[in-house]
């Protein structure tokens, strides 16, 4: 009877009025969420100076911990959302409660920042303008009173939640909602995680790019200027650091990525064929994976260095590795010695469970060694070849550590790579915007490459 | 009932006196750029400080000096985990001032430290709009190396009789040198912006004149690329891929332009070392680049008055106890007291704390001094190798630190 009482047309099209009115919450909350904005008030030898500040920019300030708990609420909400747009009532629920969650907790633990930083320098220069001279510690807290906005967006987002929220009047209900939740229940530590330190700094990379920004005080939103300095204004610094990075960047993948497949595929086909002390030679080449690429790269330099080198003096060599062509040479070498273990272990383990039938098979049919590494092993590794090509390619785009230490900026930036202008703009000279720009601008780089390398091995996949 | 009395006072007074004794000391936290052989030498006096009194315990955090200026913005920002004292290389006061990250040091001054217990040049550098913001630790330089063997064994010592080398005689040097069958490198090229800095400073160069625009680009800047590279051409100085530190240490480097942070990695290898300014222009003139590390409150208004006194007893203490500073960390104590103990007078590095010499202190002051520095270094001594021309590298550097300043305004 219970059964067909919730399976009643009734029943289901109170079931979606719900689902849609709470989708309804959800998008309200979002859409007043930017509408919201607090007071800041600050009080200072008797002047008072207030600010109302939009919640907007409250959340690309960057000014406090607890500003990060509001890109949580509303990846949250925007989950919620389209969990109810799709039915899902019980995901919705849960997620619109956790956006609700984080803004309160939000709402609570902003109001405790008494010396926040952004807003001190909103006020206090509303204070200097009247020409009264203090300092950060001369001045008392900073109030904060939150707008009706602010509330109504928290209502807003209880209602989402209680609305979506499915029946539990029964044990069946129940059971059913234990049922749906419980996956989130395994994977909601890892979303939180993802969220506060993928998501939101990735969101923050992204929105810096649009900012002109010093690291410590507030970014200032300049659209895309950053970008036009970048691709247009020939002459200025950063317009040559982004094409000679970029293009140095490029030729190190160019170069590397070939031999960071070929040499790891080449032991790993030495090492199967079970030779006395494989497992030696395994642990010996393993090893170098081991280590942090400063060592690897500073124990390289000194082998190589023109006085005083062992390599130099042994072989009576007179050439400098670290200046162009020789330089690139080092920069492969070492990389490949570097990151072979790992690549070499993931080829081991699919050699394995190639079925060793296929290679009788194909001595029976007159295969050659070379034709069943064309046309048995290389298929049957497809799957990890194509893993690795795409993870060595984002890996060597990201290069860093070699060219700082082997080379650094010498020979005219010749083996500059753009991460070392990225960094160097960034934390040393504290020219963050340009620079999260320039980090966007490889991330563009690198999505581009890997969708067209995995369009590529797929298509040859259904050929 | 005076008996009682009395034992009550008595208890009263004993009560009093242990509270007094086993009350908690004031904890501060205090962060430094010092690592490595510097940092142990720093945690020994931290450790001395704690050890001589039970008032003030002091939380030495130590750090490469990236770290400390990559973590700070983020502490001041928040609020959380900001050092009550912490050091930093004076380069960067400007612009902590600048983005309101320090306090000024008055407070410490109404609590014990004087501005004439300290060397002038470090002490008025960090005198910023009307008030002051550091409180120098040290002043550290670049300074010039000679190998004291080489020099009698191939009878070269006239050259630096005098305390002095100037860029006439190092030609001489080394063709006397080589003349008396020597086969090494005569001058080391090696930190190129200390290096340069100091030979641009004997020719009174300035990075800035409106404290905003670079002016480094000019003819006295040129001047000091075209000496260094005369000196190349003509073979006497090391050679683009030399390791000049390597070389020195193996006897097979005459003169050494370095840090004098760098004597005791050179006692250690065994070379019996004599020590002069820079290389110069000539004696009268003579500049060295110096750095000064200085004691800094970044802002943090939970900071308590408490906290401020114990701030500025250990930052009393560590100026009038700074010979360890000297001896192990080969630098020069910016607390004048130094010049009153006999044995600093016998380091290598004293004559930097000459009082009569204080014009050879050349310390740089550029609120863009983090861009200038990238941008200056960038293209280092390629000019000198001939890989590009001295214009060229120092238009890239102009461009770069207007770029910066561009950027960041």
Known sequence: ?463 | MTKKLSLVLILALILGMSAQAFAAPVEIDYWSVFTGADGATMQGMVDSFNNSQNEVFVNHTPMTADDLYQKIPLAVQTGSGVPDVAIVHIERIPMFVKQEMIYPVDFLMENGIEEENYIPSAWERTDIEEEHYGVPLDVHGFVTYYNKDMFDKYDLNSFVEDGYLTFDEIPALGDKARENGYEGKIFGLTWFRAQMLSYYAQLNGKLTEDGTNPSFNNDDMKKVYQTIKDLHDSGYTTLKGDDPLQLFHSGDLLVWPEGIWMKEGVRLAGINYGMLASACFSPDVCANWMSSHNFVQFADEERTEEEDIAVAKFINFMGENSLTWAVNGGQVPAHVSINDVEEFGDLHQAFLADPERGDELAIYYYLYWGIFDTAFSRNGWEPIYGTMSIEEALNQAEQEVLDGIKALE
Request: proline fraction near 4%.
């Open chain 1, 1 to 463: 009877m219970a059964r067909q009482l919730i399976a009643s047309p009734k029943n289901l099209e109170v079931k979606f009025v719900r689902i849609r009115v709470a989708a309804l919450f959800a998008a309200a909350f979002l859409a007043v969420f930017f509408l919201c904005s607090i007071t800041a008030s600050l009080i200072v030898k008797e002047i008072e100076a207030t600010a109302e500040v939009s919640m907007g920019s409250i959340v690309f300030s960057l000014s406090s911990p607890s500003v990060l708990m509001l890109p949580v609420s509303i990846f949250a909400m925007l989950l919620a959302l389209v969990s109810y747009l799709r039915n899902n009532r019980s995901a919705g629920s849960l997620f619109s409660l956790v956006a609700t969650l984080f803004f309160l907790l939000f709402m609570i633990f902003y109001t405790r920042e008494t010396a926040n930083d952004s807003l001190y320098r909103i006020l206090s220069e509303k204070i200097k303008a009247e020409g009264i001279k203090f300092r950060k510690r001369d001045v008392g807290n900073i109030d904060v009173a939150y707008s009706i906005s602010c509330f109504i967006t928290l209502a807003l987002g209880f209602l989402a939640c209680i609305t979506g929220m499915p029946n539990v009047s029964t044990q069946a209900n129940r059971r059913t909602l234990r049922k749906n939740l419980l996956p989130y229940a395994y994977v909601g530590p890892h979303i939180f995680l993802f969220i506060v330190f993928f998501i939101t700094p990735a969101i923050y990379g992204v929105y810096a790019a649009f900012t002109k920004w010093d690291m410590f005080g507030d970014p200032v939103w300049i659209g895309i200027e950053n970008f036009r300095v970048l691709f247009t204004e020939k002459g200025n610094t950063y317009y040559n650091q982004l094409r000679n990075g970029l293009l140095n960047t490029f030729k190190f993948v160019l170069y590397s990525v070939p031999f960071c497949i070929l040499v790891p595929l080449s032991l790993a086909l030495a090492l199967q064929e079970k030779s006395r002390g494989n497992k030696f030679f395994q642990a010996i080449y393993y090893l170098p994976a081991l280590m942090s690429i400063t060592t690897v790269t500073l124990a390289w330099r000194y082998m190589f260095f023109k006085s005083y080198g062992v390599m130099n003096n042994f072989f009576m060599s007179p050439y400098d590795w670290f200046t162009p062509p020789y330089s690139w040479i080092m920069l492969v070498v070492v990389t490949v010695w570097w990151v072979n273990g790992g690549t070499m272990v993931i080829y081991q383990s699919a050699l394995a469970s190639i079925p060793i039938e296929q290679y009788e098979a194909g001595s029976v049919d007159g295969a050659n060694s070379w034709q069943k590494f064309i046309y048995i092993t290389l298929p049957g590794m497809r799957y990890p070849l194509m893993y690795t090509l795409i993870t060595t390619v984002i890996a060597q785009f990201n290069i860093y550590g070699q060219p700082l230490i082997l080379t650094g900026y010498s020979n005219q930036e010749a083996n500059a790579v753009l991460l070392m202008y990225v960094y160097d703009n960034a934390v040393r000279n504290q020219v963050a915007g340009i620079s999260s720009a320039m980090a966007l601008i490889l991330g563009m780089c690198i999505m581009l490459v890997s969708f067209f390398q995995m369009r590529v091995l797929r298509r040859q996949e259904i050929h």
